[in-house]
């Protein structure tokens, strides 16, 4: 019976075996067992630049080190939800106990987003120091890497967050479009975006998905406040803060939908399926870039910053909390920020340090690579947004506290609500214009709460198991949204009475 067994069993042997006994001989045992150093990076950036980063890190990496390393990519959507992955995953260990200095999610580096969600995150622990500024102190100077410019923030003297490149934020418009119009001029002020000709035509993104959305929001809040406190530095920014959420209203009203994706903006328009739209810089010149190369070298659309419009913000990389491979975290971050990475960002394809496949189009943080020396190697030679920029300043104790109430509450002045919002705009359209109904413009301008009401909804949105609940923050952005539902109706009727 024995013997029977081991019959049943030699095939079954055999099969299993095949495969061992077919494979070829190691001819060298250090080959076979190759050094290979892993890196994880979570980041929002595109397919293009993650590999024109990998490929110039590994070379980087091998030629210092004398070893591999592979980058391991993780995408889980835009900033804002990355955010939340990392957010919740922190979390988890912070409620068991294991919040402590090795505490990991599995990741090494948080690389792009912008600098308020990096900054929150390191406010609550998930960054920790990479300790650049001890490596390269010559870096962190105002002639190579200012701290602050523009009333913006570029890195973290605590060391838990670098700015990388740089960024403003504008608007694209679509030429043939802007031609069949009977007001031919281009939209070059966010105000532009908000007039009765570009009703439908604009196309516009969820801030709720996208830190960089919400960032050109705040840019136009920034700015209205700043031109109301100019006029009138008594009352100058509680007006200012109701001037520019109406004129994201308008914006909204004037949309032809609303996507969840940054990117998807500049493409319509260049395509044009809308007539213009609001991106951050890179989004807007590449999708330039692209629609001319598909078009014989003839554009068919443009991007433009708004003068005295945008500041000039960081997107950072950071390094967190127990990063598992954290010494060669840090040597990607010191390759990023060295000026052989800092070329990646706006060089041509085939320059000395330049990108090898895709041209990336985005601004450097070092101020010492926008010199006659490196001029003729970029792909935006008269561009120099240290000069540009420099006519915008961001007051950051105006908003940036309520950079997150301002993404809830646009969802709900502008996208919840967006059914009726457009429906009352296009009644005062038909009515002949703003001017010829002021008592429905009045009640169209109506906001849930006023500037001087804004730290108290801030702090409402604050969830806090015992005193605020889950419940009573999604009844309150309820309530915000039915209100503006309730005044945008009315605003509708009285538009159409001529009213």
Request: aromatic content about 12%; some cysteine; hydrophobic content about 40%.
């Amino acid at each position: 019976m024995r013997w029977n067994l081991l019959t049943a069993l030699l095939p079954l042997a055999l099969l299993i075996a095949i495969p061992f006994l077919l494979r070829p001989v190691a001819q060298n045992y250090e080959a076979l067992n190759d050094p290979c150093d892993k890196l994880v990076i979570i980041t929002p950036h595109t397919e293009s630049l993650r590999r024109e980063f990998s490929r110039a890190f590994e070379d980087y990496y091998n030629e210092k080190y004398k070893r591999n390393v592979k980058i391991e990519w993780r995408s889980v959507g835009g900033t804002s939800d990355i955010v939340r992955f990392i957010a919740d995953r922190f979390e988890v260990l912070r409620k068991n106990g294991f919040f402590g200095s090795d505490a990991s999610i599995g990741i090494d580096l948080f690389f792009g987003g912008g600098q308020f969600d990096h900054n929150r995150q390191a406010e609550k622990g998930y960054a920790v120091d990479a300790g650049i500024q001890k490596l390269h102190p010559e870096w962190f100077k105002s002639d190579i890497i200012p701290q602050r410019f523009s009333g913006e923030t570029f890195y973290d003297k605590a060391g838990r967050y670098y700015g990388t490149c740089l960024s403003t934020f504008g608007i694209c418009w679509n030429f043939q479009r802007i031609s069949e119009m009977s007001d031919k001029s281009p939209p070059r002020k966010w105000a532009s975006l908000g007039e009765p000709r570009f009703f439908g035509k604009i196309a516009i993104a969820d801030p709720t998905k996208s830190g960089s959305v919400n960032k050109c929001f705040e840019m136009i809040v920034q700015q209205e406040m700043a031109e109301a406190y100019s006029r009138n530095p008594k009352d100058g920014l509680v007006q200012g803060w109701a001037n520019g959420l109406n004129l994201i209203k308008r914006i909204a009203a004037n949309s032809r939908y609303v996507t969840d994706s940054a990117s998807k903006v500049p493409h319509d328009t260049a395509t044009g399926n809308a007539a213009a739209g609001i991106c951050i810089d890179f989004y807007g010149r590449s999708e330039a870039e692209w629609s001319a190369f598909q078009n014989a070298g003839k554009p068919r659309m443009a991007f433009v910053s708004p003068e005295g419009g945008t500041s000039l913000s960081a997107d950072p990389v950071q390094l967190l909390r127990g990063a598992p491979n954290k010494d060669v975290a840090v040597a990607f971050i010191e390759f990023v920020l060295s000026l052989d990475g800092q070329k990646l960002w706006d060089f041509k394809l085939g320059t000395p340090g330049g990108p090898k496949k895709y041209v990336l189009r985005r601004m450097p943080i070092r101020k010492d690579l926008y010199i006659d020396k490196f001029r003729s190697y970029m792909t935006d030679p008269d561009e120099n947004p240290y000069i540009s920029c420099a006519s915008f300043e961001y007051h950051p104790e105006w908003t940036l506290r309520y950079f997150n109430l301002l993404r809830v509450l646009i969802k709900c002045i502008a996208l919840d609500s967006l059914p009726e919002l457009q429906d009352a705009w296009q009644a005062i359209i038909d009515a002949g214009g703003p001017e010829a109904v002021p008592e429905a413009v009045k009640k169209f301008n109506e906001l849930p709460f006023s500037y001087a009401e804004a730290e108290a909804a801030r702090q409402s949105l604050i969830l806090n198991k015992k005193t605020n609940p889950m419940r009573d923050v999604i009844r309150k952005q309820m309530i915000w949204s039915e209100f503006c539902r309730g005044r945008y109706r009315e605003a509708a009727k009285l538009a159409r009475e001529g009213r």
